[in-house]
């Protein structure tokens, strides 16, 4: 649990994504860092006391440090809100069932939307969420703060409570800060992350707004604890964290989920790295380039490799659906570091079994090392 605490102390946050196609997006961050580790620390961590972790928006919806719900509050007020416009329209549409739902979850909680009965017509013509009326006011609730998510059942639903019932004692007595404070330690915890980023990259970090993101860099700038630098090659200003260290040498081997940190900001990925990446999951299969769950291959530090991994539990087997070598790269080195690191993500899915199809230029080799 210390090594986990200290990851999510670095990170603050774990993306999660309904997509189950190797291991939900959330665990994933902590095997690239950690290795194999026990997936029901995480567990322990995010949903029993004392909690480590809570659910909220983050960079997007994600498990973050407890310790940055009240830098976070401020997101819940009028002005501050980035709701979607439909559930904001049906919490407005309907005070009535917002305040029957509040209360059912305070005299029933902790419950799913499904657990909550409310007769209605339902509108099914959207083939994407097409969310009961209960379930998009319990959204409105949470992005609001009246109430928490206290766990994902086993069919990751949301199951919801009262914040008091959910959050330690010591986090939900901190006072609320105002929004510029809030801002200024979400840009601390994004630098801590990052170690070097530009504006936009710690903005993106907790989605924070430009204004309050510049106002807060040059206050951690005028503190001592950002260091105005420039990068080489990139006009744009950025910012080193005062305790960033250059190790001498860096032996990273690591398989990094779509929705990792480290990979948020896409320009930054491909000016630091030289790494184009794109998450396909929503293009048409005929116009992917890499596959649909494509997982980027670090080693030491840079992206060597990238493959399109799934999982197939019934078979007991981790398929690698393609394989792709990184210009300059050498193949045989390459697939020989990377058979070894699926041998451990098998391993920890609890998959006896390794098979690599023939789509694209790293498969042969990497077949072969997954042989040998």
């Known amino acids: 649990m210390r090594d986990l605490q ?3 102390s670095r990170l603050g946050q774990f993306q999660i994504d309904s997509i189950n196609v190797v291991r939900r997006a959330h665990y994933l961050p902590l095997f690239s860092r950690l290795g194999p580790y026990d997936t029901a620390l995480l ?3 995010a949903h029993r006391s004392p909690r480590r972790l809570y659910e909220y928006w983050g960079h997007a919806a994600s498990l973050i440090d407890v310790r940055l719900q009240p830098q976070l509050r401020f997101r819940m007020r009028d002005g501050f809100r980035d709701v979607w416009g439909g559930v904001e329209r049906a919490a407005r549409e309907n005070p009535g069932l917002v305040a029957w739902v509040r209360d059912h979850v305070a005299e029933h909680g902790p419950l799913t939307a499904r ?3 409310y007769d209605e017509e339902r509108d099914r013509t959207n083939w994407g969420w097409n969310w009961s009326i209960v379930k998009t006011v319990l959204e409105w609730l ?3 703060g009246d109430v928490t998510s206290a766990r994902r059942n086993s069919q990751f639903e949301r199951v919801y409570d009262l914040p008091e019932r959910v959050f330690p004692a010591a986090v939900l007595a901190v006072p609320d800060p105002t929004p510029e404070d809030s801002a200024r330690e979400l840009t601390r915890r994004a630098a801590q992350a990052l170690g070097i980023a530009s504006e936009p990259c710690l903005r993106d ?3 924070t707004k430009s204004v309050l993101t510049t106002r807060a860099i040059e206050e951690l700038v005028e503190a001592g604890e950002l260091l105005p630098v420039r990068v080489e090659g990139w006009d744009k200003p950025h910012y080193l964290w005062h305790e960033a260290r250059m190790p001498r040498r860096i032996e990273a081997r690591a398989l990094l ?4 940190s480290m990979i948020f900001e896409r320009a930054r990925l491909e000016r ?4 184009v990446y794109r998450i396909e999951i929503y293009v048409p299969e005929p116009k992917r380039v890499y596959g649909y769950y494509v997982y980027p291959f670090l080693l030491g530090d840079r992206f060597v490799a ?3 991994l799934k999982a197939d539990r019934a078979a007991g087997r981790l398929r690698v659906n393609s394989a792709w070598l990184e210009p300059d790269q050498d193949a045989g080195e390459v697939a020989a570091e990377l058979a070894a690191e699926l041998r451990t993500l098998a391993d920890w899915l609890d998959l006896p079994e390794i098979s690599v199809a023939k789509k694209g230029d790293l498969a042969p080799a990497l077949t072969r090392s997954v042989a040998a």
């Open 6 to 8: 200290s990851v999510i």
């Open 43 to 45: 567990d322990r961590a």
């Open 115 to 117: 657990e909550i009965e």
């Open 142 to 144: 949470f992005y609001c």
């Open 205 to 207: 970090y907790f989605r």
């Open 257 to 260: 989920s779509p929705f990792d």
């Open 272 to 275: 630091f790295f030289d790494f």
């Open 306 to 308: 990238r493959v399109d």
